[in-house]
Structures are given as C-alpha cells and as structure tokens.
Nanobody, 129 residues
Framework: VQLQASGGGLVQAGGSLRVSCAAS????????MGWFRQAPGKEREFVAA???????YYVDSVKGRFTISRDNARNTVYLQMDSLKPEDTAVYYC????????????????????????WGKGTQVTVSS
C-alpha cells in the first residue's frame, strides 16, 4: 500500500490550496481515509476524515474552511483548504485505515492516529501572514 501526498505549497493568509492523496494497493472508497498535520515542535493532529460511506469528520478549527472529498475514479482523496490561516502551517499527512468497509465509526475513532495503518510521506503547507 502506498499513499502519495502532493499539492502543498506557500500561500498567503486567506488563500486556498488543495492537497491530494493518491493511493495504490487499496481502493480508497473501501476505507476510512484521514488527513493529519504536524507543525514544528507539535504532535501530529487530526484534521479531517472521510468514511467509506462518504460522510466526513473535521476538527473544530477547520470546520467551514476545509473540505475532504474523494475521487473514486482516480483513487484519490483531497483536502480543499480555504481561508487559510498562518496557524494552518504544517506538514500534511494522509492515512488509511486497513479495515474494509468499516461499519459506523465515530469521531474519536477517525481522529485517532492509531486507527491508521498506512501513511503517506506528507506535503508541506505554509501560510504567510
């Protein structure tokens, strides 16, 4: 299983970026996919997740600004980030939960780093003030 994150970059506050996570070895629509981020000197934190049924969870700090989505034909998960703030600056990682078509999983499950069996290498997002 490989996850390839891309699309990061430098953007001014208030701007937008879309990061992508292309998967191989697993079909993303059959698994919970998550986005996490890690700022320098901080723990990796949950950002958003999309369940196999298509519903999504977000951390409060990004609700209304970030949108997680999935393109089944491309086997890719996206994180659209709008109204970016300097505090969004971090390396963004995507993760995949190995469980096949998991039945209902709540926020705590999806937001737990230990849920995810596979990780991409991360893509840097820098938001300047």
């Amino acid at each position: 299983v490989q996850l390839q994150a891309s699309g990061g970059g430098l953007v001014q506050a208030g701007g937008s970026l879309r990061v992508s996570c292309a998967a191989s070895g697993r079909t993303v629509s059959n698994h919970i996919m998550g986005w996490f981020r890690q700022a320098p000197g901080k723990e990796r934190e949950f950002v958003a997740a999309i369940r196999s049924g298509g519903s999504a969870y977000y951390v409060d700090s990004v609700k209304g600004r970030f949108t997680i989505s999935r393109d089944n034909a491309r086997n890719t998960v996206y994180l659209q980030m709008d109204s970016l703030k300097p505090e969004d600056t971090a390396v963004y990682y995507c993760g995949l939960d190995e469980t096949f078509r998991a039945p209902f999983r709540d926020f705590d499950y999806c937001a737990d780093r230990a849920t995810y069996n596979y990780w991409g290498k991360g893509t840097q997002v820098t938001v300047s003030s």
